[in-house]
């Protein structure tokens, strides 16, 4: 068992324009891109369960080999930066996808 | 006319992705002059700020005159193009006019000889808007917006239109020295110089996504810091000029997807990136070369919009919980502060928010972990409504009423909540409500271009 901190060298999220944000998940080298892949452990269905959001909140999800990274994209309930928004960047939103793990 | 060179590669210096938000590192930007780049460029603005920057149309940056002072010298001594995009943050009109006001400053401070400055606005009007919605054409949302309608277009406080290369273009044709642009898009203002010296689109357009935020392409992460790209007529090259940088092909493949819901595709006016296919190579310790990228012309053209509309004026209040009873009951003590100010404003418009630092202020609706046992909660209490004195009043009741919160138990009897200093005034609140495209006939018709003179 490892966590995804653990295993990747970068985890951030950021706008994507502004009214979505973007996560990627990016590995140093294939074998724990893949790793973490086969596991499941970051799926679309992963995803809605540990942000508690509907499948259609996620506007796209992609493997992207190129990068040996994991990116997903969900929309926000309301633009960035409206009131009651203390994230306008959206770049802290990834701070719950450190902590999961990864079995081996 | 100017008749552009042609040459076998150009060299483009970029050493901010947001310029005027913290002063760009002079060292590693003089490191880069010295390799004799054939433009300086960097990106005046985003809508990542939020709306309130267009909304009330003022520049975010304290550092502006700052970057621009080391750009302009430095560029002008060397007898190189400067272009700036976004000017002012949003590119609103006024965001122009106060950037060629500062160039044309600082030309005089520095007794630069005589140069031109090419400008263009970007700012569209709610006629031409209304006009397209009379004539039947749609106005799409993006990400996830639904279509414009008029009473939308009515709200905003103003709408600008998001350029692609062309405005650039005319403006080099035209023998510019400094470029300062409207709103565009943040490849645009790279692309625009490497397709007016005849480089390929696809290689244009792709080098324009790859150093559009300069040292951030580069590895370990570092912001402020000089880069340069490099075009020629079959590829790209990614130099960064700090000494502790360098450009990978993970820091490289991993930029190209940042703040960009895909990877794989960038959308701008006149066509679309198509990275799908693209090779990354270690061309030498700190280079990375990038070939393969694909352009695909619109077939129809349609321009981004982007604007924002008032909610309310806006205020603050810091609360601060020590007592555990009222951490452990913290959404019972805001219940009771939003139905004491519900009981007492009953007859008026406003909308309140307690963001809950140390539980799920950042993370709101998003945040797993659901139970936590903090010693200490801090509250901000947002408050707005339609004017100013209301929505102090409002905002402040709230703040008092978590003072005297009544919830069961609570043996702390002279006051339920730490708070400090008064209620503070904030910036208006405005939200994005126009995120949309709009079709148009020509790629210039929303960005008039002018042209003046700066220096002695």
């Keep these: ?104 | 006319m100017t008749k552009p060179i042609h040459r076998q590669a150009l060299k483009v210096l970029i050493s901010t992705g947001h310029l005027g938000t913290a002063p760009s590192s002079r060292e590693s930007f003089l490191l880069g002059m010295a390799a004799n780049p054939d433009y300086v460029v960097a990106d005046g603005g985003s809508s990542d700020p939020g709306p309130v920057y267009l909304g009330e149309d003022i520049t975010l940056g304290h550092f502006a005159r700052e970057e621009l002072e080391l750009f302009l010298t430095e560029s002008r001594k060397k007898g190189i193009p400067l272009v700036i995009g976004s000017a002012g943050d949003t590119g609103s009109n006024r965001g122009v006019n106060e950037f060629v006001s500062i160039i044309k400053e600082l030309a005089q401070e520095h007794r630069i000889p005589k140069f031109k400055i090419g400008y263009f606005y970007s700012e569209v009007s709610k006629d031409f808007l209304k006009q397209k919605l009379r004539n039947g054409k749609e106005l799409s949302g993006l990400g996830g917006f639904p279509a414009l309608t008029k009473s939308e277009i009515d709200l905003a406080t103003r709408v600008v239109a998001v350029a692609g290369i062309h405005p650039f273009l005319k403006l080099l044709e035209q023998g510019a020295d400094v470029i300062i642009a409207g709103r565009c898009g943040d490849i645009n203002f790279t692309a625009g110089p490497c397709i007016y010296h005849g480089f390929p689109e696809p290689l244009a357009y792709h080098m324009g996504k790859m150093i559009e935020c300069a040292s951030l392409v580069a590895e370990p992460f570092m912001g402020k810091e000089t880069i340069i790209g490099t075009i020629s007529h079959d590829d790209i090259k990614i130099t960064p000029y700090h000494p502790q940088q360098r450009c990978t092909i993970a820091s490289v493949a991993g930029h190209s997807m940042y703040e960009r819901e895909t990877p794989y595709y960038e959308h701008t006016l006149g066509g679309t990136l198509d990275m799908r296919a693209c090779q990354y190579e270690q061309f030498d310790e700190r280079t990375v070369r990038i070939t393969q990228a694909q352009w695909i012309p619109a077939t129809e053209l349609r321009v981004k919009i982007e604007g924002a509309k008032k909610v309310g004026e806006r205020y603050m209040g810091f609360v601060g919980l020590r007592d555990p009873h009222i951490i452990r009951n913290v959404d019972a003590a805001i219940e009771w502060c939003k139905s004491a100010v519900a009981k007492r404003f009953a007859h008026e418009q406003y909308e309140l928010f307690f963001h809950v630092f140390g539980r799920n202020a950042v993370l709101k609706e998003l945040e797993p972990v659901r139970t936590t046992s903090p010693h200490e909660l801090g509250i901000v209490v947002e408050g707005l409504a339609s004017s100013d004195t209301l929505a102090e009043k409002i905002t402040d009741f709230a703040v008092r009423m978590f003072f005297l919160v009544r919830i069961p138990g609570v043996k702390g009897t002279a006051g339920t909540a730490a708070t400090t200093k008064k209620t503070m005034k904030s910036s208006p609140g405005y939200m994005w409500n126009i995120n949309h495209t709009v079709p148009i006939d020509d790629p210039m018709e929303l960005f008039p271009v002018h042209m003046t003179e700066a220096g002695v």
């Design chain 1, 1 to 104: 068992m490892a966590k995804l901190s653990e295993l990747a060298s970068t985890i951030r999220s950021k706008n994507a324009g502004v009214n979505q944000i973007t996560f990627d998940i990016i590995f140093p080298d294939v074998a724990s891109y893949r790793r973490v892949l086969a596991s499941q452990v970051i799926t679309r269905d992963s995803i809605t369960r540990l942000f508690n959001i509907p499948a259609s909140r996620i506007s796209d999800f992609v493997a992207f080999d190129l990068a040996n990274a994991i990116k997903f994209t969900i929309y926000r309930l309301r633009p960035s930066g409206s009131p009651g928004d203390w994230d306008i960047l959206g770049c802290q939103q990834y701070g719950p996808l450190l902590e999961v793990e990864v079995p081996d």
